[in-house]
C-alpha cells in the first residue's frame, strides 16, 4: 500500500471542499479556489473533517496513481491555507531587480533589461537583489520561479546568475595557467 496513499488529509474548518462529476475536486479557502481532475479510478471521501484517498486494486497504475492524487490533494488544501513562496536571489555585479506595478523587470547583463508579467494567480515581491514567488497553487509558483532562473541561470566560475535561495553551486576552477 501507498505510504502517502494512505494518510489522511486533515482539512482545516475554514476550508470547504466538492466532489463534482468526473471527479473534478474544487477546494476553497480563505486564500482562493482551487480545482483539480482526480483521475476516474481513485475515490475521494470525506469523514470527520479529514479526506481519504481509495484506490480500487493493487496494480500498478492505480499505485501509482494513489500517492500522486493525495499529494495534489493535500497541495490544494495547504495552498488555500497557507500558499506557497519560493525564493530567487540576483547574485553579479550589476545584476538587480525591480518591480514596475505587476511586471518583474530584470537587468541581468544583457543589452535590455528583460520584463516579465506575473501570470494570475502569481505575485512577486521584490527586496533588494532577493525575488519571491507567491501564489495558492504550487507548481505554478514552481514553474514561473523555475521561468525567472531560466533568464539568466548561475554559472559555475564566477556564481553569478539567478538562484534558488537555498540552491548550492558548484564552482569549478578556472583555467590552469602555465608554469
Wanted: aromatic share 4%; net charge positive.
Amino acid at each position: 500500500m501507498s505510504r502517502i496513499g494512505r494518510q489522511p488529509i486533515t482539512v482545516p474548518e475554514k476550508v470547504s471542499m466538492e466532489i463534482g462529476k468526473n471527479n473534478l475536486i474544487t477546494i476553497k479557502g480563505p486564500k482562493g479556489e482551487l480545482k483539480e481532475q482526480i483521475h476516474k479510478d481513485i475515490k475521494v471521501e470525506q469523514k470527520d473533517g479529514q479526506l481519504f484517498v481509495i484506490r480500487p486494486t493493487d496494480n500498478k497504475m492505480h499505485r501509482s496513481l494513489h500517492g500522486l492524487s493525495r499529494a495534489l490533494l493535500n497541495n490544494m488544501v495547504t495552498g488555500v491555507t497557507q500558499g506557497f513562496e519560493k525564493k530567487l536571489q540576483v547574485v553579479g555585479v550589476g545584476y538587480k531587480c525591480e518591480k514596475k506595478g505587476k511586471t518583474l523587470v530584470l537587468n541581468v547583463g544583457y543589452s535590455h533589461p528583460i520584463e516579465m508579467a506575473d501570470p494570475d494567480g502569481i505575485e512577486t515581491a521584490v527586496a533588494g537583489n532577493e525575488i519571491t514567488v507567491k501564489g495558492i497553487n504550487k507548481s505554478d509558483v514552481g514553474n514561473y520561479a523555475a521561468k525567472i532562473r531560466e533568464q539568466r541561470p548561475p554559472e559555475p566560475y564566477k556564481g553569478k546568475g539567478i538562484r534558488y535561495q537555498d540552491e548550492r553551486i558548484i564552482r569549478k576552477e578556472g583555467k590552469a595557467g602555465k608554469k
